[in-house]
């Protein structure tokens, strides 16, 4: 599985859009990008993935760069409870049991 | 809507004591994981279990094992904690079907933080 940088930490204000940028320019064809997201003492949820096009869901929005070696999670309109420790992984979609969580970006969202 | 459910939230056990940590899915999934998680380590996979009695050692099994008699539930145990298995540990599940949307999605419970004396 392609290995992935992130920023260590960002913040962003209440209301206001976070981006949390992700890099894996050594991803592979047929790697998804997935993204988690861990608050303060419980385990991680996941948000969202994609292959090449963006996505949205409920939650977030994925984009992916066009040649695929990075993507930016949106939280459209942060709130508080938003504070967390985000995972950006990539993996192979059909293949493995082991999913590799790196250190993530802390995201603080100050009101 | 609580869907992979751990036993207990909150352990404070002695050191050689013998330790049960109870993980119940209700998603049918085949697959089932223990992690540890640790200030400045991350996650580690301990074991992992993809099918009913069946297991495999992830990254760091010493000290630990594992039990699946049934498919909703995965236990982790410790045969004789020590102070150095002071740590939150989180179990997950995920779907095992290959090619299935949620192939690699996997979702946690709670977590499960164990302190050793």
């Known amino acids: 599985d392609a290995k992935t940088t992130q920023p260590p930490s960002m913040d962003c204000a209440e209301g206001r859009a976070a981006n949390l940028p992700c890099n894996h320019s050594?991803?592979?064809?047929?790697?998804?990008v997935y993204w988690y997201r861990q608050i303060h003492s419980q385990g991680p949820q996941y948000i969202i993935h994609?292959?090449?096009n963006n996505e949205t869901n409920e939650m977030a929005s994925l984009i992916i760069t066009e040649d695929r070696k990075s993507s930016t999670l949106i939280l459209p309109h942060a709130t508080l409870r938003d504070t967390a420790v985000y995972y950006c992984?990539?993996?192979?979609?059909?293949?493995?049991?082991?999913?590799?969580f790196g250190a993530g970006t802390r995201l603080f969202v100050k009101a | 809507d609580v869907k992979v459910t751990q036993s207990s939230r909150y352990l404070v056990k002695r050191t050689g004591e013998k330790v049960f940590l109870e993980c119940v899915q209700d998603?049918?999934?085949?697959?089932m994981f223990w992690y540890r998680q640790d200030p400045g380590l991350g996650l580690r996979l301990i074991y992992f279990?993809?099918?009913?009695?069946?297991?495999e050692k992830g990254d760091i099994p010493e000290g630990y094992s594992v039990s699946r008699e049934k498919k909703e539930r995965f236990s982790l145990i410790l045969e004789s904690a020590s102070t150095n298995q002071t740590s939150m540990y989180l179990c997950?599940?995920?779907?095992?079907?290959?090619?299935?949307?949620?192939?690699?999605?996997?979702?946690f419970g709670a977590g499960s933080r164990l302190t050793v004396l």
């Open positions: 992984i990539v993996r192979g979609y059909t293949g493995g049991f082991k999913t590799i």
């Open positions: 997950a599940s995920k779907d095992g079907t290959r090619g299935s949307l949620g192939a690699n999605v996997l979702t």
């Open positions: 050594t991803i592979s064809g047929n790697e998804y």
């Open positions: 998603m049918d999934h085949e697959n």
């Open positions: 279990s993809y099918d009913v009695k069946m297991k």
């Open positions: 994609g292959l090449k």
